[in-house]
Structures are given as structure tokens and as C-alpha cells.
């Protein structure tokens, strides 16, 4: 029986994410499915309802400037090792997308309306659940340069009998995702919202012939779910509250990444890489590779000295070392270059 690792499904453009464990806590693997009509990547409708996270009133770099600012950081960046048996790149060949490739697909996003990031908790949530969601909430904004707002929790306490359900073999509770995407989120998208996440400890199953979701998101509604109840325990030691953190960050990015029209990374080491499991996504950065930074950079207009100092300043609270080191290097870089 198949298990979904993450879904998303939108109009012409479908990335879907499903994780196949032969038992619980087993390898999984994440398939990316991106359908091409007429020989090219179709351009989703939600790119147009979301164009406008520029700050177009910044003094804007060229997409010249940009790419001589990510090309100084290449020193400090890892070019994407041959996989290994069973990893995503092993399984799934993959088109990459380039810096240009990005900027001709979706130059209609640098103008407009929608710049907020809302995330709407669902159902209750552990004192160490509770500090996961805000410190995601806190990164992406730092890295994204998207304000991200986290609105008043709402309880999964009236979910209907068949949208909610015991699983047969593991006794999980869980509810169906596609009733909260649906019934819950839809619902409450606002006109200024880039996306709607639904953040929930419970998990969650997409329907008949799944184990389980870590989340499922529908582009073109601007809306999508993601639960923490499998990424570990926030509760437990120092140690692996930061594991939990690292693992629920990479998830929210590179997800939010995708919202943003970015394809999966093969040329380097990036959170934009495609992963199959658990245990490979713990090995890839939480960074952004040169060439996925430059689109961030591009279609933000972010400015990547305060951005790499915000990165910084968290990464310290945090206790984060290694991600900390990797800022501290590109700040150095950058703010030289940008002189
Ligand atoms: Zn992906
Ligand atoms: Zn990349």
C-alpha cells in the first residue's frame, strides 16, 4: 500500500510526493511528476493569482548583479554527489532549471498584490509543537523576504466521521487532507495572501489506498497542509527538538519554493534537491544552492546581505552550528562583493 510523502496537485502542473514504506518508518521515497503540455512547463494559474512578493519600491538588482553575487558563493557550495541506490535522483530523472530557464517562465511574478504568507494552525498542538510553528513562521520570513502571518488556531474537533479515521493496522488518528484543503482552507484564502498553509500535529491521509501525508497542497487555490506528527519529537531533548525544527524548515522552504515556481535542484547540494526519504532530506542543506538563491533573489527582490544576516541571527538562536557556519561564510562573501 502506497503512502504519500507530500501532494500537491494543482491544474496542469502536478508535483506529487509519495512515500512508499513497506512498514512504518521505513525508506520512503518522494516521486515529483511534473507534466509538460505541448513540450513545455505550463505556466500554473496560481503563478498569476500570486504575483507580487517584489517590493518593487527597493532599488532592485539586475538579474546581471544577481548572478555575479551567487557565482562568489559557489566556493562555499557542494556540487550534487552521484546518488546513492535508492535515493530521488537515483529513481527519477530530472530536468534541473536554471537561473534563466526561471526567469523566462515567470517574469510575470515581480508585479503585484499578494506578499503575505499566512499559516493557519489546526487542532491542538504540544508546548514544543507550539515553538516549532513560530520558529518556521520566523524562517521563512528571514528566508524568503515574505511576511509570514500566523492566524488564530482553528480546532479539528467537528470533523465530520468520513473525513477522520483510525488506521487499521497502526492506530493513528488521522484525518483526511483533502477535507481540510477543501472544507477548512479554501474557505478562508484572502486576497492578499501568497499562500494559506494549514500547519497540524494530527496526521494526516490524502483517502483510500494511502498509510499517510505528511502534507498535500492545491496550488491553484493557494492553499496547502502540512503536519509535523512523523518529523520526530519536539518535546523531547535539545537535540532532537533542533531535528525536528531542521526537518519541519526544510519542508516549509522547499515546498514554498515550489509555490514559487521552482523546480527540483540536481546541479548542487540545496534544499531544493528532491528527496525519497526521511533519511536522505536529513542529508541535504537547509541553504539554497547559488543557482536556486538567485531566483529567491530575483523574484523577491530580496537584499541578500540583510537576508544572509537575518538567516544569521536565527541560525545563532537556534543553536544550528553547521547552517550557522554556511551564513557566516556567505555574509563574508557577499557583503565584500556588494562593496
Ligand atoms: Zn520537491
Ligand atoms: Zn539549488
Known amino acids: 500500500m502506497p503512502n504519500t510523502f507530500f501532494k500537491i496537485n494543482f491544474n496542469v502542473f502536478l508535483l506529487l510526493f509519495l512515500l512508499y514504506n513497506c512498514c512504518r518508518g521505513g525508506a520512503g521515497r518522494e516521486v515529483s511528476n511534473i507534466k509538460k503540455q505541448n ?14 512578493n517584489r517590493k518593487v519600491t527597493e532599488n532592485l538588482m539586475t538579474p546581471e548583479e544577481i548572478e555575479k553575487i551567487v557565482k562568489s558563493l559557489e566556493i562555499i557550495n557542494e556540487k550534487m554527489e552521484p546518488p546513492r541506490p535508492g535515493d530521488w535522483l537515483w529513481v527519477h530523472s530530472e530536468p534541473g532549471q536554471s537561473f534563466t530557464e526561471y526567469r523566462s517562465s515567470h517574469q510575470f511574478l515581480l508585479n503585484s498584490r499578494r506578499r503575505i504568507i499566512y499559516i493557519q494552525p489546526l487542532g491542538s498542538f504540544t508546548e514544543g509543537q507550539k515553538k516549532i510553528m513560530e520558529r518556521t513562521a520566523d524562517f521563512m520570513e528571514r528566508f524568503f523576504g515574505i511576511e509570514v502571518k500566523i492566524k488564530k488556531a482553528l480546532s479539528l474537533e467537528n470533523i465530520p ?23 477548512i482552507l479554501i474557505p478562508l484564502v484572502s486576497d492578499d495572501a501568497v499562500g494559506l498553509l494549514g500547519f497540524t500535529a494530527t496526521d494526516l491521509w490524502p483517502g483510500e489506498g494511502w498509510n499517510f501525508v505528511f502534507g498535500e497542497a492545491s496550488l491553484s487555490d493557494r492553499v496547502g497542509v502540512w503536519s509535523i506528527y512523523r518529523k520526530g519529537n519536539a518535546d523531547g531533548s535539545p537535540a532532537e527538538f533542533r531535528l525536528v525544527l531542521r526537518r519541519t524548515l526544510q519542508t516549509a522552504v522547499h515546498e514554498m519554493g515550489h509555490m514559487l515556481g521552482m523546480l527540483h ?5 540545496c534544499v531544493m ?9 536529513d542529508r541535504r542543506p537547509l541553504s539554497l544552492c547559488p543557482e536556486c538563491l538567485a531566483k529567491v533573489l530575483w523574484v523577491t527582490g530580496t537584499n541578500p546581505v540583510a537576508r544572509f544576516e537575518k ?4 541560525y545563532k538562536n537556534e543553536g544550528m552550528e553547521k547552517e550557522l557556519n554556511y551564513v557566516k561564510k556567505a555574509l563574508e562573501i557577499v557583503s565584500e562583493n556588494r562593496k
Open 39 to 52: 513540450g513545455s512547463v505550463p505556466v500554473p494559474e496560481v503563478f498569476v493569482a500570486m504575483e507580487g
Open 161 to 183: 466521521s468520513s473525513a477522520k479515521r483510525v488506521h487499521p493496522e497502526w492506530g493513528d488518528k488521522q484525518i483526511n487532507s483533502g477535507y481540510i484543503l477543501n472544507k
Open 265 to 269: 535542484c540536481k546541479k548542487w547540494k
Open 273 to 281: 534537491n528532491g528527496s525519497n526519504s526521511l533519511e536522505e532530506s
Open 311 to 314: 538567516l544569521r541571527e536565527f
